[in-house]
């Protein structure tokens, strides 16, 4: 299985990531790959991967394999040093599987600094960005809206947060053919002059580069898409992210408990 065919979306997986590893991964990855239009490398431990894929029936052999690597990166560990001490840790292997050519992107449900990690070192960043960042839409916002950073950066610098801006940049126009992405801050009011320093620094910056940056946006300008890139920094969007989370949690666990004592 490689990365050549046109009609074959082929994804590398960190099948050992996450709490739960294989017994998580690879049904998913069987339930991914049963439209036959995407291909699936499972990465990490041979035996573990096999003893679960033994549990299902046989998939077709053009939409998955086996990728062996050593090692597992946890949570608790500094990226830096597992990429020294475990280069053919699960995570990593499994960038390497896109940089050859048999995959198109890889997924990991591991240690997100790791994941950075590993497609920095790997895939190297865009000239004159110095650090990666994790954006992508957010359920329940505005269709094809990008925020960055959601959550690799808890401490960051405005610098950065312009870096972020170009990132989100080349992602709207890239993923959501989106000519002149609007980018707006992330902040605590819309007027110009509010919020905190980083803001206002930032803001500032934002003077200086080519970029279409609309100004300030707050949280409850998200659903309503007044700009197709959100940037903040990593606290302040893993804040927005897992609030989103358990809100929708909450909100289905309503839904269900008012239906069910309706039906009662």
């Given at each position: 299985?490689?990365?050549?065919?046109?009609?074959?979306?082929?994804?590398?997986?960190?099948?050992?990531?996450?709490?739960?590893?294989?017994?998580?991964?690879?049904?998913?990855?069987?339930?991914a790959?049963?439209?036959?239009?995407?291909?699936?490398?499972?990465?990490?431990?041979q035996?573990?991967?096999?003893?679960?894929?033994?549990?299902?029936?046989?998939?077709?052999?053009?939409l998955?394999?086996?990728?062996?690597?050593?090692?597992?990166?946890?949570?608790?560990?500094?990226?830096?040093?597992?990429?020294?001490?475990?280069?053919?840790?699960?995570?990593?292997?499994?960038?390497?599987?896109?940089?050859?050519?048999?995959?198109?992107?890889?997924v990991?449900?591991?240690?997100?600094?790791?994941?950075?990690?590993?497609?920095?070192?790997?895939?190297?960043?865009?000239?004159?960005?110095?650090?990666?960042?994790?954006?992508?839409?957010?359920?329940?916002?505005?269709?094809?809206?990008?925020?960055?950073?959601?959550?690799?950066?808890?401490?960051?610098?405005?610098?950065?947060?312009?870096?972020?801006?170009?990132?989100?940049?080349?992602?709207?126009?890239?993923?959501?053919?989106?000519?002149?992405?609007?980018?707006?801050?992330?902040?605590?009011?819309?007027?110009?002059?509010?919020?905190?320093?980083?803001?206002?620094?930032?803001?500032?910056?934002?003077?200086a580069?080519?970029?279409?940056?609309i100004?300030?946006?707050?949280?409850?300008?998200?659903?309503?898409?007044?700009?197709?890139?959100?940037?903040?920094?990593?606290?302040?969007?893993?804040?927005?992210?897992?609030?989103?989370?358990?809100?929708?949690?909450?909100?289905?666990?309503?839904?269900?408990?008012?239906?069910?004592?309706?039906?009662?």
């Amino acid at each position: 299985m490689t990365g050549t065919n046109k009609n074959i979306t082929s994804i590398a997986l960190d099948a050992m990531g996450g709490d739960h590893g294989p017994k998580v991964t690879i049904p998913a990855a069987l339930k991914a790959i049963s439209n036959g239009e995407v291909a699936v490398s499972l990465v990490g431990d041979q035996a573990a991967i096999q003893t679960e894929l033994d549990k299902y029936p046989k998939p077709p052999e053009h939409l998955i394999n086996i990728v062996p690597s050593e090692g597992i990166v946890q949570e608790d560990e500094s990226p830096a040093l597992a990429y020294r001490t475990k280069p053919k840790a699960s995570v990593f292997v499994s960038a390497a599987t896109v940089k050859m050519g048999k995959a198109e992107g890889f997924v990991s449900m591991g240690s997100t600094g790791a994941s950075i990690a590993a497609a920095t070192v790997v895939y190297g960043t865009l000239k004159g960005i110095d650090r990666g960042a994790l954006g992508g839409p957010v359920v329940g916002y505005a269709p094809n809206t990008v925020i960055i950073d959601l959550g690799t950066n808890v401490d960051t610098k405005a610098g950065l947060l312009v870096d972020f801006a170009a990132l989100g940049n080349v992602m709207s126009k890239l993923i959501y053919q989106n000519d002149n992405p609007r980018i707006a801050l992330l902040s605590v009011g819309s007027e110009k002059g509010k919020g905190n320093s980083l803001v206002k620094e930032t803001t500032e910056l934002f003077n200086a580069v080519d970029l279409n940056f609309i100004g300030n946006i707050e949280p409850n300008d998200l659903p309503n898409g007044k700009a197709e890139v959100v940037i903040c920094d990593g606290f302040v969007g893993n804040v927005i992210l897992k609030l989103t989370e358990g809100l929708g949690s909450a909100i289905v666990d309503h839904i269900h408990k008012a239906l069910g004592d309706t039906e009662a």
